[in-house]
């Protein structure tokens, strides 16, 4: 009797360590190689935007090793050859011309966010009337959800109008962004589009590292168009929020990073930028 009820024990106690492995594996806790451990939940961050809006624009990270940071993000290319998207870990350029191409391992990038998406909420969307409207119904989730955390979204739908930019690449020595965007950028309208927008949003107190609140990519269902958002419109949207706890910067080495002063106020610079508002 004493026997077999050690037995049962011991029974239990390997059901539970498997149960416990099992939830484990499932729960993306054991294995690290596909970014299924607990850097889930971060958003990783190449150079600062301030970096980029002084004209850094020598790419430091890999395509590659990039997407061992994330599956789902924005960012820019070496030279600011167009606008970076990536989407179910594929990484996707909106070049100049408005053509979209997927992009190989070893293109550089020299500023870029992305984290591993995992859906924490749902919400639908009605009658987005413009981009201050997106921004201000995803604030209210925001407020609900906690505004000093970070957040990847994807809305996903048809979009009445979008309109986006791309930019033509760059030749050194490089010129400051937002004097590059007043001859350099492209605007491309579309109407009735399908496809979607992956935003992130930054709480206030990053606004020395990137822009504060909302910052909108756009590719479409087809993979024929794409960009950074300027304005959108859409009776309907799906949009499936992450939740994002954790914040990680790599930092570029090149001689242009290293010796900015970057005491320098470049706020209206990025609110031009990143809005095209003057
Ligand atoms: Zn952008």
Redesign the pocket.
């Known amino acids: 009797m004493f026997v077999f009820g050690k037995k049962i024990r011991r029974l239990e106690i390997s059901l539970a360590l498997f149960v416990f492995l099992t939830v484990c594996s499932f729960a993306g806790i054991v294995s690290a190689s596909d970014g299924s451990s607990a850097q889930r939940e971060v958003i990783n961050q190449v150079s600062l935007l301030q970096g980029l809006t002084f004209g850094d624009y020598n790419g430091s990270v890999p395509v590659g090793q990039l997407k061992e940071l994330g599956d789902t993000g ?1 960012g820019t290319f070496d030279a600011l050859n167009g ?1 970076l998207i990536m989407l179910k870990g594929i990484v996707y350029r909106a070049a100049h011309d408005g053509t979209i191409e997927a992009v190989a391992d070893d293109e550089t990038v020299p500023f870029s966010n992305v984290t591993f998406f995992d859906t924490d909420e749902v919400v639908k969307l009605n009658g987005i009337d413009g981009i201050n409207v997106l921004k201000s119904e995803l604030d209210r989730k925001v407020s609900e959800l906690g505004v000093n955390r970070f957040y990847m979204i994807m809305a996903e739908g048809t979009f009445s109008t979008i309109q986006v930019r791309s930019e033509f690449p760059q030749t050194k020595p490089y010129q400051p962004l937002a004097k590059v965007l007043e001859t350099d950028q492209t605007f491309f309208d579309y109407e009735n589009i399908k496809g979607t927008v992956v935003g992130l949003y930054c709480p206030e107190y990053m606004s020395d590292l990137n822009a504060v609140g909302w ?1 909108f ?1 756009f590719i479409s269902d087809d993979r024929m168009a794409g960009g ?1 958002v300027l304005n959108l419109s859409a009776g309907e949207l799906n949009v499936s929020i992450d939740r994002t706890d954790s914040f990680s910067m790599v930092l570029p080495d090149n001689e242009m990073f290293n010796s900015f002063d970057l005491t320098i106020d470049q706020s209206e610079d990025i609110k031009k930028v990143e809005t095209g508002e003057e």
Do not use: K, Q
């Open positions: 924005i606008e910052h990519h950074h």
